[in-house]
């Protein structure tokens, strides 16, 4: 395959169609947790209610071997790299443009519950589902991928809304999965970043 000669740790840029079918699985959180990359997401585009599939431009660093398999492993489930850029030359000739993004609600819900509450709240279980703001300052820092690798957490992406140009702050829907102390522990971290996220439920772990 064109991605199996990678020879030194070089970012690769690859813009992914993820199927429908796939949008319940922590496909980008796997990448972290089983190829230990840092994964970096730049644009995305994924609704939870819709047919469509998903949309993401990734920035992937690891060692080769690492990077070669998370490649396999993509199209294996039959991930569309529709771009894969690596060292500044595209290897693929099938690309298409990113769609068009819909501008989601300008603010959410102005009764943003305090860390404290959501301390309390996930205090017994092992799961959490959050709305959480990517403000455009930090779009290029790969913060999915350290809830991932620093707080040992399965991170589910069921939607998600990041402008490639940047000019405005992105929204992910994320569901979690680790121990308390991790999701207390990973929180406290967006928490210092002053990045601004919603309690929307619990889900019954069982």
């Given at each position: ?51 469509d599939d998903g949309w993401f431009d990734l920035e992937l660093l690891g060692n080769p071997p690492e990077l070669a398999n998370s490649l396999s492993y993509l199209h294996s489930l039959g991930v569309d790299l529709m771009q894969l850029a690596i060292a500044n030359q595209m290897k693929s000739g099938n690309t298409q443009p990113f769609p068009k993004l819909t501008q989601r609600g300008s603010t959410l819900s102005t009764t ?95």
């Amino acid at each position: 395959m064109f991605f199996s000669n990678l020879e030194k740790p070089t970012p690769v840029h690859s813009r992914i169609r993820i199927p429908q079918r796939y949008n319940r699985q922590p496909i980008i959180s796997r990448l972290v947790s089983r190829y230990n990359l840092t994964v970096n997401i730049t644009a995305a585009s994924l609704t939870s209610d819709s047919n469509d599939d998903g949309w993401f431009d990734l920035e992937l660093l690891g060692n080769p071997p690492e990077l070669a398999n998370s490649l396999s492993y993509l199209h294996s489930l039959g991930v569309d790299l529709m771009q894969l850029a690596i060292a500044n030359q595209m290897k693929s000739g099938n690309t298409q443009p990113f769609p068009k993004l819909t501008q989601r609600g300008s603010t959410l819900s102005t009764t943003q519950l305090k860390q404290e509450r959501i301390y309390n709240a996930i205090a017994q279980t092992n799961r959490v589902r959050l709305q959480l703001c990517i403000l455009k300052n930090y779009y290029h820092k790969p913060i999915i991928s350290e809830l991932v690798s620093h707080y040992m957490l399965t991170v589910n992406i069921t939607s998600a809304v990041l402008n490639p140009d940047m000019q405005d702050d992105g929204w992910f829907d994320l569901d979690l999965w680790g121990r308390p102390q991790q999701l207390r522990a990973s929180l406290s971290y967006l928490e210092k970043l002053e990045l601004p996220l919603w309690l929307v439920s619990i889900p019954d772990s069982n």
